[in-house]
């Protein structure tokens, strides 16, 4: 039985692992981008709805702190502000507020999480005070995000 080098008979590929070439079939890379993009038109829609949830939950806990700063603001003053002292009675003694002693904010007052100003009313339709967040659309009404937010 004559000795045969098998070495001689393997192409180079066969002979040296480290030079092979290896890799994914079109076939398998249309299979991931499918599955990735089934799996984005599942969840993305979901995510941007837990966003808009988000930002009328900002909106609320603002509406909140002006709030306690409102309420500590008639403590000392003996009153709310009016419609025309506004929100920024907060951070500015108003000339008719002798007992003033803030700021009450410590920061100056922000814009709705959709960049609108907040709407203060005094007094309110339901109380001494309304504030009011217009949502998303920024017009009085609506639905879902464009829903009016207040105290």
Do not use: C
Not at 33 to 51: E, M, T
Not at 121 to 143: F, H, L
């Amino acid at each position: 039985m004559p000795f045969i080098d098998k070495a001689k008979h393997l192409s180079q590929t066969q002979r040296d692992p480290r030079t092979s070439v290896s890799g994914f079939t079109l076939l398998e890379l249309l299979v991931v981008i499918v599955i990735i993009g089934l799996l984005a038109a599942y969840v993305g829609p979901k995510y941007f709805a837990q966003l808009g949830k988000s930002e009328v939950t900002v909106a609320k806990s603002q509406i909140e702190s002006f709030e306690k700063a409102l309420d500590t603001l008639r403590l000392d003053v003996g009153r709310y502000p009016s419609s025309e002292e506004g929100l920024g009675s907060l951070l500015l003694k108003p000339a008719s507020s002798e007992k003033w002693n803030g700021p009450y904010l410590k920061k100056n007052v922000p814009l709705d999480p959709w960049g609108h100003a907040y709407v203060y009313r005094s007094p309110g339709s339901k109380g001494e005070y309304e504030i009011v967040s217009y949502g998303k659309d920024g017009q009085p009404g609506g639905v879902g995000e464009d829903a009016d937010i207040t105290n």
